[in-house]
């Protein structure tokens, strides 16, 4: 099993940044592939970045240039930096990870992930 906790959220003006944080536990954190998703109220969860066990990273194109996936595995953390942020990118983000061996996986469905954390909100003010 994995644990995943995110941390980070809150309210920020737009234009502002966050940054995201989610600690992982309970296996070899450089096994596991992560992801981001996030979830706005009436709709359904959307893929926001992925990063790849080899450090490799993609974006949906709705947050490319603006928010960053970086991953530091000795701290088994992956982080989510959010830049320029924007009305429409208010949601609770979740963090998401599987066990893999492919260094170029591309997985943008929830049901690709098989460990969840239980969300943070993110709420961007006009």
């Known amino acids: 099993q994995v644990q995943l906790v995110e941390s980070g959220g809150g309210l920020v003006q737009a234009g502002g940044s966050l940054r995201l944080s989610c600690a992982a536990s309970?296996?070899?954190?450089?096994?596991?592939?992560m992801g981001w998703f996030r979830q706005a109220p009436g709709k359904e969860r959307e893929f926001v970045a992925g990063?790849?066990?080899?450090?490799?990273?993609y974006y949906a194109d709705s947050v490319k240039g603006r928010f960053t996936i970086s991953r530091d595995n000795a701290k088994n953390t992956v982080y989510l930096q959010m830049n320029s942020l924007e009305p429409e990118d208010t949601a609770v983000y979740f963090c998401?990870?599987?066990?893999?061996?492919?260094?170029?996986?591309?997985?943008?469905?929830?049901?690709?992930?098989?460990?969840w954390g239980q969300g943070t909100q993110v709420t961007v003010s006009s």
């Open positions: 309970g296996r070899t954190f450089s096994s596991l592939a």
């Open positions: 998401a990870a599987y066990q893999t061996f492919g260094l170029w996986d591309i997985r943008t469905t929830p049901r690709e992930y098989d460990y």
């Open positions: 990063s790849r066990i080899g450090s490799s990273t």
